[in-house]
């Protein structure tokens, strides 16, 4: 049998350090208590706001989103106002996958957020595509291959959380097929560096962190049989960890590594209405007084269609993209109905920032910790991508809301929200194991890897903790508003699921109003 990879990557979507580090200790997660003992680790410092969309590029191309041009799912300056998908091409700087390319390296990436389309280099690959496609399989052969074998081959766009009975027990089953696919390829398909990201995690702590929280508001509410789906969900990856650990070589590299961390979500505000009242932007009403959900018409853009369909003639300011955290000015020649000159940008955004920072939320306190300028928030050359204003919200429980249909304030739609503190942990051959003093920089691990795999490349060895900090608190952005919250930390009730073997993901076939469904109970809608 050919030799086993020298590097391999497992992504736990959304798992923050120090729940992680607690079940471990606790014996709760064998596996990877026994691999953290022989690894470096640290919490991992993700980007501001933390994210998905620009925690993973960030991670695999070494920079922060302003250096490499990746800040959300969305074209956040999309000029008509579109959810337009933004592709893994648009990274304007070379990747970790890039410079292993370059150095001979074979790869296999399976389920890497913001990855599609495939890329170039040699290997296999299955994307993370935001739209439907057949094309996130390379070769397109090995879709047939690991369905022979059980193991998971769907796009993660249709394995999202949907809201229906039963998902937890799929969610069981969507792990299962991702590591008996990645089990079978170590076996059959060997390369030198191999990654698969675990996205059900987050999935699960999105939508079932009251249920396993006896302090979240909401918990009182939960379905009592959801109280240990993220239980089970970490047991399941723990399983998996264990199994894929031990099908691989013992000089290996392993990393370890998460795009953000977790903690309870409680409320949500709709940006909309509060520019509004604020004169900034007008939402269209109808009959009966209630705000028109607006819908796209472009065929190509049947799941997605546009931001709220807001009365753009007389918008000064809108919500830059669903999650994102950020608000664009309405800009005459870069948005197609722009209405703020471009010599009154400045006047219009201090007016605007000064409004914000001024609100207040139902308690009398401030509602934005920070209202941040892209320049300051996102230095680098891509910065023009980027939403003209970062909002940082005073509550880390605080969900800023896109759509306008809806009160002013709610729920969140997601009863956990991310976090700032993520994971790291390496395990490799001259790398001491044993816990660091400091968190370790999103943007520095892909650099920091590469030395250690005795490769110098075109991603920057940078230094190791603390440079989003550095910046983003030089900018005046107060880091504690997004920290992790120790003090929420689920507990371990009751025993997880022990016999998964059976479990099998629903049919194939998922229509596109149910694709458009789970992106919005997602929050990407």
Same mark, same amino acid.
């Given at each position: 049998?050919?030799?086993?990879?020298?590097?391999?990557?497992?992504?736990?979507?959304?798992?923050?350090?120090?729940?992680?580090?607690?079940? #471990?200790?606790?014996?709760?997660?064998?596996?990877? @208590? #026994?691999?953290?003992?022989?690894?470096?680790?640290?919490?991992?410092?993700?980007?501001?706001?933390? !994210?998905? /969309?620009?925690?993973?590029?960030?991670?695999?191309?070494?920079? =922060?989103?302003?250096?490499?041009?990746?800040?959300?799912?969305?074209?956040?300056?999309?000029?008509?106002?579109?959810?337009?998908?933004?592709?893994?091409?648009?990274?304007?700087?070379?990747?970790?996958?890039?410079?292993?390319?370059?150095?001979? &390296?074979?790869?296999?990436?399976?389920?890497?957020?913001?990855?599609?389309?495939?890329?170039? &280099?040699?290997?296999y690959q299955i994307t993370w595509? =935001?739209?439907?496609?057949?094309?996130?399989?390379?070769?397109?052969?090995?879709?047939?291959?690991?369905?022979?074998?059980?193991?998971?081959?769907?796009?993660?766009?249709?394995?999202?959380?949907?809201?229906?009975?039963?998902?937890?027990?799929?969610?069981?089953?969507?792990?299962?097929?991702?590591?008996?696919? =990645?089990?079978?390829?170590?076996?059959?398909?060997?390369?030198? @560096?191999?990654?698969?990201?675990?996205?059900?995690?987050?999935?699960?702590?999105? !939508?079932? &962190?009251?249920?396993?929280?006896?302090?979240?508001?909401?918990?009182?509410?939960?379905?009592? %049989?959801?109280?240990?789906?993220?239980?089970? /969900?970490?047991?399941?990856?723990d399983a998996a960890v264990g199994?894929?650990?031990? @099908?691989?070589?013992?000089?290996? $590299?392993?990393?370890?590594?998460?795009?953000?961390?977790?903690?309870?979500?409680?409320?949500?505000?709709?940006?909309?209405?509060?520019?509004?009242?604020?004169?900034?932007?007008?939402?269209?009403?109808? /009959?009966?007084?209630?705000?028109?959900?607006?819908?796209?018409?472009?065929?190509?853009?049947?799941?997605?269609?546009?931001?709220?369909?807001?009365?753009?003639?007389?918008?000064?300011?809108?919500?830059?993209?669903?999650?994102?955290?950020?608000?664009?000015?309405?800009?005459?020649?870069?948005?197609?109905?722009?209405?703020?000159?471009?010599?009154?940008?400045?006047?219009?955004?201090?007016?605007?920032?000064?409004?914000?920072?001024?609100?207040?939320?139902?308690?009398?306190?401030?509602?934005?910790?920070?209202?941040?300028?892209?320049?300051? $928030?996102?230095?680098?050359?891509?910065?023009?991508?980027?939403?003209?204003?970062?909002?940082?919200?005073?509550?880390?429980?605080?969900?800023?809301?896109?759509?306008? %249909?809806?009160?002013?304030?709610?729920?969140?739609?997601?009863?956990?929200?991310?976090?700032?503190?993520?994971?790291?942990?390496?395990?490799?051959?001259?790398?001491?194991?044993?816990?660091?003093?400091?968190?370790? %920089?999103?943007? $520095?691990?892909?650099?920091?890897?590469?030395?250690?795999?005795?490769?110098?490349?075109?991603?920057?060895?940078?230094?190791?903790?603390?440079?989003?900090?550095?910046?983003?608190?030089?900018?005046?952005?107060?880091?504690? @508003?997004?920290?992790?919250?120790?003090?929420?930390?689920?507990?371990?009730?009751?025993?997880?699921?022990?016999?998964?073997?059976?479990?099998?993901?629903?049919?194939?076939?998922?229509?596109?109003?149910?694709?458009?469904?789970?992106?919005?109970?997602?929050?990407?809608?």
């Amino acid at each position: 049998m050919a030799r086993g990879p020298r590097l391999l990557i497992l992504g736990l979507d959304g798992v923050p350090y120090s729940l992680l580090m607690s079940w #471990a200790r606790a014996g709760h997660l064998p596996n990877l @208590a #026994a691999f953290a003992a022989e690894a470096a680790t640290a919490p991992l410092r993700c980007t501001v706001p933390p !994210h998905t /969309a620009t925690g993973w590029p960030s991670l695999f191309h070494g920079r =922060l989103p302003g250096e490499h041009g990746l800040f959300q799912f969305w074209d956040c300056q999309e000029p008509d106002y579109r959810l337009r998908p933004v592709s893994r091409e648009e990274a304007g700087v070379p990747s970790l996958w890039d410079v292993l390319a370059g150095q001979g &390296w074979t790869l296999g990436l399976l389920n890497i957020p913001m990855s599609h389309p495939p890329g170039p &280099w040699p290997g296999y690959q299955i994307t993370w595509p =935001l739209l439907p496609t057949l094309h996130y399989v390379k070769p397109p052969d090995l879709a047939r291959e690991l369905a022979s074998v059980g193991g998971h081959i769907r796009p993660d766009i249709a394995c999202m959380y949907d809201g229906r009975p039963g998902y937890p027990e799929r969610a069981l089953a969507y792990i299962n097929g991702r590591t008996r696919a =990645l089990l079978h390829l170590l076996r059959y398909r060997p390369v030198d @560096a191999v990654a698969l990201v675990f996205t059900e995690l987050d999935r699960v702590l999105h !939508h079932f &962190w009251h249920a396993a929280d006896p302090r979240h508001p909401q918990h009182s509410q939960a379905d009592p %049989a959801g109280r240990t789906v993220i239980q089970s /969900a970490f047991a399941a990856v723990d399983a998996a960890v264990g199994e894929i650990l031990e @099908a691989i070589p013992g000089d290996c $590299a392993v990393l370890v590594v998460s795009d953000h961390g977790f903690g309870p979500g409680t409320r949500g505000v709709r940006l909309h209405s509060l520019l509004a009242d604020g004169g900034f932007c007008q939402i269209p009403v109808g /009959a009966g007084g209630e705000p028109k959900r607006g819908e796209g018409s472009d065929r190509d853009l049947e799941i997605h269609g546009t931001l709220p369909d807001l009365i753009w003639e007389r918008t000064q300011a809108y919500m830059a993209a669903p999650g994102s955290f950020g608000v664009n000015l309405n800009l005459e020649g870069r948005q197609r109905r722009g209405t703020v000159p471009r010599a009154q940008r400045d006047r219009v955004l201090a007016r605007l920032s000064g409004f914000l920072a001024g609100l207040e939320d139902p308690t009398g306190g401030p509602l934005f910790a920070a209202v941040v300028p892209a320049e300051e $928030a996102y230095a680098g050359p891509f910065q023009d991508r980027a939403p003209d204003l970062l909002l940082v919200p005073a509550d880390p429980a605080l969900m800023v809301l896109c759509d306008i %249909a809806g009160p002013m304030w709610s729920e969140p739609g997601q009863t956990g929200l991310h976090r700032l503190e993520g994971i790291w942990m390496l395990r490799a051959p001259g790398v001491a194991p044993g816990p660091r003093g400091e968190p370790m %920089a999103v943007e $520095a691990v892909a650099g920091h890897l590469l030395s250690v795999l005795g490769i110098v490349g075109e991603i920057p060895l940078r230094a190791e903790t603390g440079l989003a900090e550095q910046a983003l608190r030089a900018a005046g952005l107060p880091l504690d @508003a997004w920290a992790d919250d120790a003090s929420c930390l689920l507990e371990w009730h009751g025993a997880p699921v022990a016999d998964r073997t059976g479990l099998q993901p629903e049919p194939a076939e998922v229509t596109a109003a149910e694709i458009r469904e789970r992106m919005r109970r997602m929050g990407y809608l």
